[in-house]
Nanobody, 129 residues
Framework: QVHLVESGGGLVQAGGSLRLSCEGF????????MGWFRQAPGKEREFVAA?????????DYADSVKGRFTISGVKAWNTVHLQMTNLKPEDTAVYYCGASPRSSGFGILKRFQSDYDYWGQGTQVTVSS
């Protein structure tokens, strides 16, 4: 059994910053990629960012957060962080961490929920205007 635990959510004013963290626990596994998704009320869960370690290390971002959010992580520790700056009210959502142990080739993006096998319970981020 694998568990992902997120932390770092909260309430912040527009323009502020938050840092989310996620760590994997349980039986031994190594992530090929870890990512963040978010779900706002009444909306579908959407991709935010991912860090992918197949053949190296590279990051991928949704257009809506590019330039404002930074993802980082340590493969050996199954940990990932999401530094969020210049937050906007439209960033308000529950943020979920996902982990994908399935290996893929370098440059293969993982932007779909089905790419990830393990999920955290979610952490609320609220940005006030």
């Amino acid at each position: 059994q694998v568990h992902l635990v997120e932390s770092g959510g909260g309430l912040v004013q527009a323009g502020g910053s938050l840092r989310l963290s996620c760590e994997g626990f349980g039986r031994a596994f190594t992530s090929d990629a870890m990512g963040w998704f978010r779900q706002a009320p009444g909306k579908e869960r959407e991709f935010v960012a991912a860090i992918l370690w197949s053949g190296g290390s590279f990051t991928d971002y949704a257009d809506s957060v590019k330039g404002r959010f930074t993802i980082s992580g340590v493969k050996a520790w199954n940990t990932v962080h999401l530094q969020m700056t210049n937050l906007k009210p439209e960033d308000t959502a529950v943020y979920y961490c996902g982990a994908s142990p399935r290996s893929s080739g370098f440059g293969i993006l993982k932007r779909f929920q089905s790419d990830y096998d393990y999920w955290g319970q979610g952490t609320q981020v609220t940005v006030s205007s």
